[in-house]
């Protein structure tokens, strides 16, 4: 039982010191990560303020902002794609500074229909369809002396890149809405050594209904009408939690990314200079993989002199949806861990630990409920866990202006422990289906 206690103990410190270094990281975001301090000129141009990066004149005005181009890959997304058009077309960042790049990944429904219906009356909006002899157009450099050949989003993301004329490459997913002031945002985080720019999603709550009356057809009764009102509570609060435990892992690349530790990121908000892509040779040199966004994160980390910054204020924040039921969340968490392997070395040896030690403190309660372990060595595993975690999710909700899911906090915390030990070892023994693809694990 000792060598139980010492082992116990010296992953749950272990632990605890990483996620406490992702806490301190949080603290010593600048104003401007979280407040931004973009203004108007009088002229009624977009100002960027004194201190500009290399990209900028000094107080420049729209005449000389870089151009950016967004990249959209959609793959069977017409529901979706259509809210996150207007979105993008309607940005604050002036248009003849910006384009839209949407590039259909072998959809078989009517995303590319409802694309080119968008590009019409929409010049910015440039349409592509990725076919099966795109791979030929595609340039390589490779830095990795065993690459796969990659499918899928990563050679879509390449096509659509290799076609933009812009100096900032923008990325999002067909299924989100970005803020009015995303672009502007974005674009005025640059400074001079910074190559790539992450920012981050919450969960838009009230989409599922919305889709879901947008769907009904005229005299059929509304799903709330078939629902008691236990199963509306139920699933209410599944996207709390679901909320909750997104921006926590959020907090946590944030953290980790103000000092110097690159995680992870989500590829629905990520900003980088063309110059970062050019140097890495683009998507596909990272080889198969489900995670391109951090793989790419790590990329620039590890083999490029650029440096990368956190951005976390709601102008940038972008909205996605929940996962409707429970197995829909397993499965997005099973893809998520299907590639724990492909991070680095000092990142996977974390992962580890903390696996080993979220299995051993339902241990450690079962041993103290049967009197085989004193409940004081118990409580002292917990508080390894539940206080740094506490401390970052609460400085990373007050952040994000999401306060009002601290309370779903205690509830989260066994859900988060069981899901991450199926997750975490059976997203590793099967093979990932996402989108009708199958990956290895």
């Known amino acids: ?87 993008l077309l309607t940005q604050s960042y002036p248009s003849e500074q910006y384009e839209v790049v949407v590039i259909d990944d072998h959809s078989t429904d009517n995303t590319y229909s409802i694309a080119r219906a968008f590009a019409v009356d929409n010049p910015i909006l440039k349409v592509l369809r990725l076919d099966d ?74 989409c599922q209904e919305t889709r879901l009356r947008a769907k009904r057809k005229v005299g059929e009764p509304s799903i709330d009408s078939s629902l008691t009102k236990f199963h509306r509570f139920l699933r209410s609060l599944f996207i709390k939690l679901q909320s909750l435990e997104l921006l926590s892992l959020f907090s946590a690349f944030a953290g980790g990314l103000k000092m110097g530790v690159a995680l992870a990121c989500t590829g629905n908000n990520l900003a980088y200079r063309r110059q970062v892509y050019d140097e890495l040779g683009g998507f596909v040199n990272l080889g198969i993989t489900v995670a391109e966004d951090n793989m790419f994160l790590q990329w620039v980390d590890r083999y490029s002199k650029w440096h990368i910054k956190p951005i976390c204020h709601t102008d940038v924040t972008v909205l996605t949806h929940p996962m409707r039921t429970v197995r829909d969340f397993m499965r997005q968490r099973l893809r998520w861990a299907s590639n724990s392997t492909e991070n680095r070395l000092s990142l996977v040896c974390f992962m580890v630990i903390a696996y080993g030690f979220y299995l051993l403190l339902p241990t450690a309660l079962l041993l103290a409920v049967f009197g085989a372990l004193l409940w004081k060595f118990t409580l002292v595993f917990l508080s390894l866990k539940l206080i740094p975690e506490f401390l970052l999710v609460l400085r990373g909700l007050k952040l994000f202006n999401r306060m009002d899911l601290l309370k779903y906090f205690p509830l989260l915390e066994p859900c988060q422990i069981l899901y991450v030990l199926i997750c975490g070892i059976f997203g590793l023994l099967f093979n990932v289906i996402w989108k009708g693809r199958q990956f290895s694990s």
């Open 133 to 206: 002899t795109a791979e030929c157009g595609i340039k390589r450099i490779s830095l990795n002396s065993e690459i796969r050949i990659p499918m899928g989003k990563q050679m879509a993301l390449d096509w659509g890149i290799q076609a933009c004329r812009g100096e900032i490459i923008l990325s999002t997913d067909a299924d989100c809405i970005v803020p009015k002031t995303w672009i502007e945002s974005m674009v005025k985080a640059y400074e001079r050594k910074i190559g790539v720019v992450v920012g981050f999603s919450m969960l838009n709550e009230g």
């Open 1 to 87: 039982m000792l060598y139980f206690i010492i082992f116990t103990f010296t992953l749950g410190f272990i632990y605890a010191l990483v996620v406490t270094i992702f806490f301190i990281g949080l603290l010593r975001l600048r104003n401007e990560d979280v407040n931004p301090t973009l203004g108007k000129s009088k002229s009624g141009g977009i100002y960027l303020g004194a201190e500009q990066s290399d990209l900028f004149s000094q107080g420049c005005l729209n005449h000389s902002l870089p151009s950016v181009s967004v990249v959209v890959a959609a793959r069977n997304e017409a529901d979706n794609l259509p809210a996150c058009l207007k979105s």
